[in-house]
Structures are given as C-alpha cells and as structure tokens.
C-alpha cells in the first residue's frame, strides 16, 4: 500500500467529516465510523511520522508538549476598534461616514463576540498560523490551540494566500460547566476563551469547547511588504469583492460566519442584494439604524455566547480604502459598546510582589482613578498568563471595574502606549533575592528560602490577627525588627532581647512593655491557630483544623503521620484532598521545619489542642482499627457505622490484616470473620456495637 497516499486519503475524509459535524452540523457518518478512520490515522503517523501534516486531523486532539508561543509579524494590519456607547452617537457617526463617502454606501451590522481575537493565516489551502492580537504588528503564534478547534478548517479549497480575522469564543452554558468542574475559577466566558489560546498544552486547550465566528478576510495576503487593502493588490485581491461577498465566499471556505447580520443602505439594490447572500439578515435604510442598535442592546441575553457590542462596517471596499485609517483605528468602521466602561486609567508600572511562600504577584499601579466611591490605584494582574491574555503593557489606556463591587480589576486595554509597545514580562529574577523566578502552572515562584521578601511575608503572617495576633507587632515594627536583624523567622520573635529597643526612635518604655506582653500572650493561642501560622502552603485555618477534628490533634501525631510517607494516610481526612496530602507530608518532614517547629515548641506555644470534656468522650474508639464485614438492620449501607467508628477517633479499613484491632460482623460475615478469629481479633456484633456507641452518644443513624 502507498501508505502516504492512504494517510492523505484519510486526513482528507477526517477533515471533511469534522467539517460536517462542528460546521455544517449534518454528519455523514457516525462516531464509530469516524473513531475507526481516525484510528487508522493515528496508527499511520506513529509509523510514518514523516508523512504526517501539520494540518492532520490527528492536531484537533492536541498534544502534552509545552507550547512556546513565539511572536511572529503580521502580515496584514490588525487594527481594534474605536468605541461609541450611545446609540444616538452611532447614529451621528453613520450619517457623517454616509456623506463623506457618497449616499449609496452600505453598512454592515455584526455582533460584537467578547472572545479572543485571532488571526488565521493559510497559504496553499494549508492553515499555516494563527496568531493573537498582540500589539497589531506581532502576534503569539497559538497555532497548536487553534488547531484543536474543530471549526477552524485546517485546509481550505483555495491556492492563494489567506488571512482571515475571527474571535474565539466560548459558550455561557459551556463557560458554566467548564468552571464547576476546575479549581482555579474564570471570571467569564472571554478569560476562559483567551486562557485556553494561552494553554501551554495543547491537549488541555482541545478539552475546552471553544467556538468561532470570523468576519474580515483578506484575499490574498502579500508575501512580504505593507499590505494594502483594496483593489490595486496585484492578484486582484479584494478587488471586486465587498465585505458581504467576502463573508460568503469565507462560508464556501467552510468557515463559520455569523449569521446575525444587519445591512443598511438607502439603495434598495443593495438591500435586496444583501438579502440574497444573508437570507437570515435584516436590511433597511439608514434611518432605521438606531432602532436595530436599542433592539439588539436589549435582546443580546438571547444568543447563548456573550456579546459586548456591535460592529458597523462599511461594506465596499473601495470606500474603505477611500476613507482609510488612524493611527490605530479604521475610519470605516466603528463598535457600539452595551456597557460604558466603568473607570479608564493607565497603567504607570508592575510592582512584583512575592509571598511567603515564593508565588510572585504582579500589581498594577495604576493613574489614580475614581471608581464606586473609593480611588483605585493598584489592582492585582494576577499572573504572567493574566497579563499575556490582557495583552497588557505598560503606558497602556485600560478599563478597570471593580469585581462585586468591591475588588478593582483591568478588564481590557482600551488602547496600547505607543512610547512602550508590546506586552510586560516578569522579570527572570526575584526582584528581592535575585534568584532564578521558576513557573510553575499558572505562577512564578521565586523558590530560595532564605529570601529576604518571603522571610519578611511569612512574619507578618505570623503575627497578623487570623494567626498569633501579636497586635503591637504590625508590618512597620516587624520591618524594623527586621531590618535590624533581631527578629528573621517566628522563633525570633519569642527570644529577642526586647530591652534592645530602649533608645530606638518610637520605643518608649511604656511600647516595650506593650510588645512584651502581647509576645507572651500570644504562646495561649490555641493549637490550631499556631498550625495555620506556620504558614505552611496549604495549611491554613481550615486544614488545621481537619486535622485536629480527626485525631491528629497534636504536632506529634501530625509528624508520625507524615514520616508514613504515604498521601492516603491524610486524603482519608474529609476535606484533605490528594495534593493537600502530598504537600503535609512534605512540610512535616523537611528538617527545617521540624527545626522550626522545636524552636516554637521551646519557646512554649501550643502543640497539642486541648481537649473538651466531650471531645474526649468522643475518643472512645481512638487506637482501634475496625473492619466491617457482613449486612446489618440498623446501618444501611454500612458506610454509617463506618461514620460512628470514625467520629470517635477510630479508623476502619477494607481488609483484615496484623493491624485490624476489631471486626465489626453483621449476618453472613464470609471470609473475614474466619480470618479475624485466627488472628484473635475481637469480633463485635451489631447489638454489641451499638451499646459502645451508645456509651458517648449522639447517636443520629438512620434506622430502616
Ligand atoms: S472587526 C478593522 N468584527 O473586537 C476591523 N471585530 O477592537 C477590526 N470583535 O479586536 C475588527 N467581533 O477582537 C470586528 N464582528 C466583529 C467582531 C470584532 C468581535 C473584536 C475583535 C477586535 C475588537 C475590536
């Protein structure tokens, strides 16, 4: 078999089949058809690699290499929009641009997508790149994501090259579901959008369900030069095609074009001409504008993806050309917003912030700017992916709002600094300590230990209200201890000379005093609060708390825990997940820490929680190891009695083993209750069980 010829077929056919039924939504085949042929496919390109295109249906799947997302020139110019935000002015601009161009000028009306804006470059019929917005010179070459999208036609039937313009966008519902199953969560359907554009694995971006709609083609790009939009391109070009007869001829391609379409013109002409090619879309004359915009403001809840506007082109390209551009924004087009902004303000600098646990933040600092009541100043950016998504960069106009009211945030850039173009980096350093910022998921971290930034954070945690509340120990005086070198980690805290501040400016006696007894106050705090203030990452108020409720109520037991080396000792604990596991056990056996621990522990802070009288009576199965075998007439299913075992500090395993203590054993025990008496192990009926749980009860099981 000529093996190439077959894995063309076969691309071919898959293409084509997928067109059908993400496009076209009229399958041919079904999934068992479609799963053998790609199959083959598969098997193909894993024996010849070298026949295998980078076009291949096999690239829809994705791949789990990292992404480098070089930054590549485009070859035609991506200008943005300028906005109005009231229909009257949408109206005014349209009669100004009527006139100026001569009355029989048409107007085409589109939904503005809030997605991420993209741009597909095909040469040969091949899908060569896409790329991002970036500063309209240079993109992010994203190729690889955008392969995954099944609406994006990997090959086209046309020679020439091809750049295309699109939006990829994410349905609500889709946003939803996707949202309720992820731990990080997105603030809305765009961020979900442009993140998976930015996923460094292709295989996770493919698992997204992402859309897209495209509305500007640019038939044929140049190969190298300016590119010149309009009739004169050598080639012919856009020449003789309008805007309505490029976004039919970009639906032959098999691209997915929007249909919602408004097209106004005084001539009647062009009004039924517009009808021909856009059955779906409404065409009036001029004057009906404004009403269209109030309508589709108030109707845009009615499509399942959001929009943030309209857009209003105009349609010949010849007036286009005529009309030409701004620096930044076509003449002949203009987006109506729905919302107006809340606040615009620049963004001056990125402060790089680093936590105690070495995850490096970056804040925007913003031109003081009113909004709801308070100045914003400074919102965060999140991480590197957040700010490559804004496509973000310093001297840059942006729209800042504040998130439920009360957290400011940047929503978008409003326009890109012409003295500083492009996009902020973090720096490749720790701005504190110097060492090597590592990315790790969606964050930097700085990871050096001794850095003097982290050493400072994870103070000031320790000593902050939700911790070990030592009030006289704010942020300025743990600075100056600090800065002194008195006090570089917690244990310093509880063996500095304090006389040492007499004489220092701000210290009198009466201060000194002060601090020395909200110091010693602080060695009552209850264990749990002294767990959280290690500042362990991951163990915060909550996880400490976990642990204490379920026995491993003192640092002892919690250190025994962990030198078991094994994750599912902790993930038994309700609420303890795999990674919080992982990382317990990390914390609690690195020698530094347990270092730490012992200087506290010295010092006289609360390792073990104290116990209530009913806790302890609660403890009554504390030590033992139950297995439970065989039905029972009180708890079913049998997980309750597992529950009642577990409330009282016991633990209940599957198998019977040398460290099972009893057997719980209801009617028909089978093998394990043979088992369990060869090895002498107590054997507890129902009856008798429920009598040792009565013993200390609150007893709530269902009883069938
Ligand atoms: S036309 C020169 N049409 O809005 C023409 N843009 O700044 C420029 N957008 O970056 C764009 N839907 O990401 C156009 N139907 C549409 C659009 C659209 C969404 C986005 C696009 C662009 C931004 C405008």
Redesign the pocket.
Known sequence: MDYRKRMEFLAGELLRHQHLYHVLTRPEIGDAEYDRLLDELLLLEKRFPQFASPNSPSRRIGSDLDNAFPERPHAV?????D?LYRPEELGQWLLKTAAAAGSSVGFAI?????????VLYYDRGELQYALT?GNGLLGNDVSDNVRTISQVPLRIDEPSRLAV?G?IYIKRGDFERYNSGVAEKYANPRNLAAGSLRNLKSALAARVPLNI?V??GFFPVPSSGTFRAGPDIPGGGNAGRDHLEILQRLRELGFRV?PHLGFFSDDEAKRRRALQLFPDSTAAPLAAVEEYVRRQAAIRAEVPYD??GL?V?VVEMDVRQELGTTAH??RW?M?YKFDSPQAQSELLDVQVQVGRNGRVTPVALLRPVALSGSTVTRATLHNQDYIDMLELGIGDEVSISKRGDVIPAVEEVLEKSERHPGIYKLPGQCPFCRSPLLKEGAHHFCKNEACPERRRRALIYFCAKEQMDIETLGEKTIAFLFAKGWVQSPPDIYSFDASLLAGEEGFKEKKIARIRASIELSKSRPFARVLAALGFEGVAAAVAGDLIAHGLDTIDKIIAAAQKNDWQVFAAIEGIGETTARLLIGHFSKPENLQLIARLKAAGLKFAAEKTESERLNDSFAGQVWVITGSFAKFIPRSLAAEEIEKRGGRVSENVSSRTTHLLAGTSPGSKLAKAQKLGIVIVDESEFLARVHKNSSLRFVAK
Request: charge should be negative; charged fraction near 35%.
């Open positions: 110019p991506v200008l943005s929009l906005k589109e939904e503005k997508i809030d997605g991420a804006s993209i917005r313009r939006e709609f509305y500007e929007n929009i943030d857009v082109k924004h076509p087009a987006a």
